[in-house]
């Protein structure tokens, strides 16, 4: 029987297992090179043995002379571009540069670059440019890729960034732009944090001994992007676990509450829907027992501070039968 109603105790205290559901720019990334070593091969002396710090490997971060070309021509090019100079902008290009734009427009040529840069900088007076997270990759001893993030500043509006890669080839001018493709930055993914906030006392692990030589652990963490808390449980009889599940908590938009979907290693599955009143915690759980049997119940969580929870569970039914509640008991935030 203790087995019984240790299963029902969990069920309830997550709203879930067991009852039927409810109807200036970065430095590039440098090569590292590291100095060799040269030790002695015979045993060394007490006295001989160095300080910790005298036996670190020096490491020395050197540009190769191609890099260091490369890097200055992005300066350049980043100033030519601040000045508003059309002109010297469309000479870091070579002859038959290629410019492919976020919206998929291809300019092509010296003299395309050079008449679109005059006519943007004529409309756009004062433009800045930053090019941030810059990194160099040498493909060949001829060519090299430029990746990074192109943030264009103009007062009186938010800035606007695009990611970029330019190919850069070697040529009898010195490093020259090929070709440059930028794209609009990433969306970032829709999240329902905001919804789900109010909620993150759940997140970390707690504990409670509701029945003498049970105790039920629970621990929640965030998934990504925080559109949902993923609850672990387990029953501990002394030290054997006897019984575990997962607990899911999301909001629902298609009813605008906060939902949760439980479901437990018996075989049981639930489903409660959340609503509060300041620090108070109020869940409407229905369930399916693993027999097949249905249930429902009223689960008040009360936050009494940021590590101490009371709850208590009322209206606990079993296909239609009355069960007694469970009195009020207090649940502890695990020590870290």
């Known amino acids: 029987m203790k087995r019984l109603f240790s299963g029902l105790l969990v069920a309830l205290l997550l709203c879930g297992p067991g009852w039927s559901q409810d109807s200036t720019p970065s430095a590039p990334a440098d090569e590292e090179k590291v100095k060799e070593v040269q030790e002695d091969a015979s045993p060394a002396s007490a006295e001989e043995v160095p300080d910790v710090g005298e036996a670190i490997v020096e490491i020395e971060l050197v540009l190769t002379e191609d890099e260091a070309a490369i890097l200055a021509a992005v300066d350049s090019y980043a100033e030519a571009f601040n000045k508003g100079d059309a002109k010297a902008l469309a000479g870091h290009w070579t002859e038959n540069g290629e410019f492919v734009t976020p919206a998929g427009n291809v300019l092509k040529g010296r003299k395309a670059l050079e008449e679109d840069f005059t006519a943007y900088f004529a409309e756009n007076s004062g433009v800045k440019l930053e090019l941030i997270e810059t990194q160099i990759k040498m493909l060949s001893p001829h060519v090299a890729s430029e990746t990074g993030i ?187």
């Open 150 to 336: 192109a943030r264009v500043i103009l007062e009186g509006e938010a800035p606007s960034e695009t990611s970029y890669e330019a190919i850069h080839v070697k040529s009898a001018e010195g490093w020259r732009i090929d070709s440059v493709k930028e794209d609009a930055p990433r969306e970032t993914p829709p999240t329902h944090y905001q919804k789900l906030q109010a909620l993150e006392w759940m997140i970390g692990t707690w504990v409670d001994n509701a029945e003498e030589g049970i105790t039920i652990e629970t621990t929640g963490r965030w998934t990504t992007n925080s559109n949902f808390i993923v609850r672990t449980f387990r029953v501990f009889i002394q030290d054997r676990v006897d019984f575990e599940g997962t607990q899911v908590v999301g909001w629902d938009p298609s009813i605008g509450a906060i939902r949760s979907w439980t479901f437990d290693s018996d075989g049981g599955f639930g489903v409660g829907r959340w609503s509060n009143s300041g620090s108070r915690w109020t869940v409407q759980a229905l369930n399916v027992l693993p027999d097949g049997r249905r249930g429902s119940s009223t689960n008040i969580y009360d936050l009494l501070d940021e590590n101490t929870i009371e709850f208590k569970s009322i209206g606990r039914q079993v296909d239609g039968e009355l069960l007694p509640s469970i009195d009020t008991f207090t649940i502890v935030r695990a020590a870290e």
